[in-house]
């Protein structure tokens, strides 16, 4: 079993839903082979795990859309137990990436770069900026450490 570019289908799927399906399914194969990991059975039923997950937060979010009354007036009807459902659904689509991107760094090949990571060389060079570790960027100036006390 792989990522094809052909759509993954199942029968409760609308055509705007299977369009969905397969614009993720596209951009995990863009970003699978910028990333080069290799496509496996484990990997595509991962990916498959997000898609279905982000399709029924779909469904589910579009009770959030106001009706239109008979009168003309805009009508929200919110259960409990549909905001119970939606975040739900969110929190396990949350959790399939999570797993895909996991399974994916197990295999040496991270698809994600998180905040922190993205930001650790600006740290650094902020750091030895103040500290005065790295003068100048390599301009042969150097920099002056700071003695702003808080």
Known sequence: MRLQESVWREEWMTDEERVAMRRLITS???LFKARNVQESPLLTLRVVDVGVHYLLARRLE???TPRVNDDGAAALDISGALADHIGKTRERLRKAIRELEDACARLGAPVDVGVADAMA???RETRDLLHGEQGGHGTGEQ???CTHKR
């Open 143 to 145: 920099s002056v450490p």
């Open 62 to 64: 579009r009770g959030l």
């Open 28 to 30: 995990v194969r863009r």
């Open 121 to 123: 060389p600006v740290a």
